[in-house]
């Protein structure tokens, strides 16, 4: 390939994104960061250079992030075992402060330095900061061998009353990217560990969010799990129910696809599940014709 032909080859990727540029700029996206993607250095890079990109073509990116493993290592390191019950970590006083270090102070911090070295303006927050996200202790029941339902203590696991979101409205109107811990605030000060997929669900639907992202560690929703090729490249609202019923959509797809219709319920334009192992997952799902993960939309 000569030079020219490669010269040509960029100006149709930047032909083809144009008019997805032109849609998008002045919409707010929220981009749920967590799986692979956040402990590889090089997949991390790309995905801090995908957000650069979107916010220096006018788009305003909103980012809330996960970090189980982060966690589980460091409660590791200290001697804690973890447990869990349907997906959510039992959260006691201790392991709430570990969270706390690992989320606000670690990873939070990480991610605001690597989008700033690459020529960012963004700020960190955690969902204490402003009253972002007020919790209440998360209730919940579980079935024992008895086939009776029994209350479970989770601890410092919280469920988001409310959202305030006034103080990423007024950064990002200002210019900066917003990069926020799921970390919630309780009414006497407390701390609440909070899903980071419904974090991001809960600040999407705040902000009526154009697009909501999740970035995950599987290409989408498959119509069949031992068929990559089966991907569902769209669903619709009044499809999800079925596809559960069918078992398309199972296991630990169901929270995040729940967290899609919540998101869409509440005035969110469109959700994507996306690979975040594929390097620029982003662009490729948000600036190309053919995008690379599942959108859910209305």
Request: net charge negative; glycine share 12%.
């Amino acid at each position: 390939m000569t030079p020219l032909d490669k010269g040509l080859d960029k100006a149709r990727v930047l032909i083809e994104a144009l008019p997805y540029i032109q849609k998008f700029t002045g919409k707010t996206v929220v981009i749920k960061y967590g799986g692979h993607a956040m402990l590889d250095q090089d997949l991390k890079e790309k995905v801090m250079l995908d957000i650069l990109l979107l916010h220096s073509v006018g788009i305003r990116p909103v980012v809330v992030h996960g970090g189980g493993p982060e966690i589980n290592s460091m409660l590791t390191r200290v001697g804690k075992e973890s447990h869990f019950v349907r997906g959510l970590r039992v959260t006691d006083k201790e392991t709430m402060e570990i969270a706390s270090m690992v989320l606000v102070g670690k990873l939070n911090t990480e991610i605001i330095s690597l989008l700033n070295r690459f020529g960012g303006k963004a700020v960190g927050l955690s969902g204490k900061d402003a009253q972002l996200l007020q919790a209440v202790k998360k209730p919940m029941k579980f079935e024992n061998s008895q086939g009776e339902l029994e209350d479970v203590d989770l601890g410092f696991v919280g469920k988001i009353e409310q959202v305030r979101p006034e103080i990423v409205i007024s950064l990002v109107e200002q210019g900066y990217i917003p990069v926020i811990s799921p970390v919630a605030g309780g009414e006497d000060g407390e701390s609440y560990n909070i899903n980071a997929d419904t974090a991001a669900g809960e600040i999407a639907k705040a902000l009526k969010a154009d697009k909501f992202l999740l970035l995950t560690d599987v290409p989408g929703v498959l119509r069949d799990v031992e068929d990559k090729d089966s991907l569902l490249s769209v669903i619709k609202e009044d499809e999800i129910s079925g596809l559960i019923d069918l078992g398309v959509i199972s296991g630990g797809m169901i929270p995040k696809v729940e967290c899609a219709r919540a998101a869409l319920q509440g005035g969110v334009g469109s959700v994507h599940i996306l690979d975040g192992r594929i390097p620029h997952a982003i662009l490729l799902e948000l600036f190309t014709d053919g995008g690379i993960g599942t959108m859910f939309n209305a």
